[in-house]
């Protein structure tokens, strides 16, 4: 049983690691799209950053709220996006990012516009780009909010990377390099090794810092006053079973986490996602209001045309898959026949062997193949 047990987690630390290596080395290649027109125009949003560190900027998109928006062109200390937002009385902080650098620079731009008390700092989820970086927080007497599931699964992963070496994580990806069938997995593994030891050296060097404040979504939204401005923490299925997002439903606000990427394509590798439980939550963002300013969990600011764009993504891959479905061509091969087609060729997919790939291998799960 034990060695079962080592065995299933060994396997989701590869698929985990081989994503971020895959993140890692497409990350500083994507450009920040600039404020689409209709936002530049919106009063709610600041002309200029409060701060423009590179790497990531801090603008204004409502009072009391802040996006920190992170450009991975010019640095990875952040790589995610979050924010902060602050009432009369008191934070709050979105997001522990990858490192502790970027968390810092959040906080410090916090204390810049306000000197309120902290009342927690918020992981919209457990991804490492979204929590390495928590012990910042925790330095500084700020308690760490969660999803209530999220504190073991950054433990379960992160811990289970600290105890192996560089080495014990390159050599099973050679391994599935040197049999694979395929082109495109060559591809797919040959970055994966490329770039794994700086991924690796990112979590190995972290001093995890897991959520003591558990947010049980069996409860319900969780309802905060900060003073003048009231706020709603939710859970919604999609992305990685420990999905949060806040929202501000007096401003038309809504900070998504990775349940919204702008100018990508899903990101679908984790256990816990699902493509049938995504959608729905991607169809009541857009049943919002018009005007209701979405502050992504990569990418730009943005509102509801990008938010349509992100959800045509769904609707072309189910297209395209469901006609391989019923031509009965096996779920292996599908994952890689897919075709971009021209209206999405300037979105990213990360990798596609943790985008598009397991975006179908779940389609095909959900429409009864096997696995």
């Known amino acids: 049983m034990q060695n079962k047990m080592q065995e299933v987690s ?24 600039a404020l689409g027109e209709n936002l530049a125009q919106d009063a709610r949003i600041s002309a200029t950053p409060v701060v423009d560190k590179g790497f990531a900027s801090v603008r204004k998109v409502g009072n009391g709220l802040y996006a920190t928006i992170s450009d991975t062109t010019k640095g990875l200390q952040t790589m995610c996006n979050g924010g902060f937002l602050a009432g009369k009385d008191s934070a709050l902080l979105i997001e522990g990012f990858v490192s502790t650098a970027g968390a810092a620079f959040q906080l410090e731009t916090l204390r810049s516009v306000s000197q309120v008390p902290v009342k927690g700092a918020l992981d919209t989820h457990y991804h490492f780009d979204h929590s390495l ?37 390159v050599a099973p990806l050679e391994k599935q390099l040197a049999s694979a069938k395929s082109e495109a997995a060559k591809q797919h593994l040959q970055g994966d090794i490329a770039t794994v030891g700086n991924v690796y050296g990112m979590v190995a060097a972290a001093q995890l810092a897991l959520p003591n404040h558990a947010i049980d979504p069996a409860m319900g939204p969780h309802k905060v006053d900060l003073g003048g401005l009231a706020i709603s923490i939710e859970h919604y299925p999609g992305h990685s079973g420990t999905d949060m997002i806040v929202r501000v439903p007096d401003q038309n606000v809504v900070y998504t986490g990775d349940l919204f990427f702008n100018g990508y394509f899903p990101i679908a590798f984790d256990d816990e996602a699902t493509i049938s439980g995504w959608r729905n939550t991607l169809k009541m963002f857009a049943s919002l209001d018009k005007d209701t300013i979405f502050v992504p969990g990569h990418g730009q600011v943005c509102g509801q045309s990008e938010l349509a764009m992100f959800r045509s ?37 990360f990798s596609w062997g943790f985008s598009i790939g397991p975006t179908i291998q779940k389609m095909y799960q959900e429409w009864g193949a096997k696995k």
């Open 10 to 33: 060994r396997r989701r630390f590869l698929a985990q690691t081989s994503y971020m290596s895959a993140m890692y080395a497409a990350a500083s290649m994507i450009p920040l799209r």
């Open 133 to 169: 970086g928590n012990a910042v927080y925790g330095a500084n007497g700020i308690g760490l909010w969660a999803h209530v599931n999220t504190a073991k699964r950054i433990y379960d992963n992160y811990g289970t990377w600290q105890r192996l070496t560089k080495e014990q994580l």
């Open 313 to 349: 993504t769904f609707d072309d891959i189910e297209e395209q898959a469901r006609k391989m479905y019923k031509a009965g061509v096996p779920v292996e091969e599908a994952q890689h026949q897919y075709v971009i087609p021209e209206k999405f060729s300037k979105l990213s997919t």
